[in-house]
């Protein structure tokens, strides 16, 4: 089985809270989506399930939802 591939999501500056970034990388259409998505515990970062709607995030962090992968990067 393949991976998904991982979108690059540019950002002008970081570090970003995890909340915003589901909502910029198109995870959730609001804060309270984001909110029920980390509550289920469907969002990984790293690997590793978060919870935390204002765990910060940098460059090159992956940030998974169900198949979809997205990482910040620094705006070109």
Known sequence: MSRA???????????????????????????SQAKELLEAE?????GRAETRRGAQLRAGDVVAVGQR???PVPAQ
Not at 42 to 46: A, D
Request: glycine share 12%; charged share 30%; net charge negative.
């Open 69 to 71: 992968r997205a990482r």
């Open 5 to 31: 591939p991982i979108d690059d999501v540019p950002l002008s500056g970081e570090p970003i809270r995890l909340g915003q970034f589901l909502k910029l990388a198109g995870f959730a259409d609001d804060g």
């Open 42 to 46: 469907e969002v990984l970062v790293n």
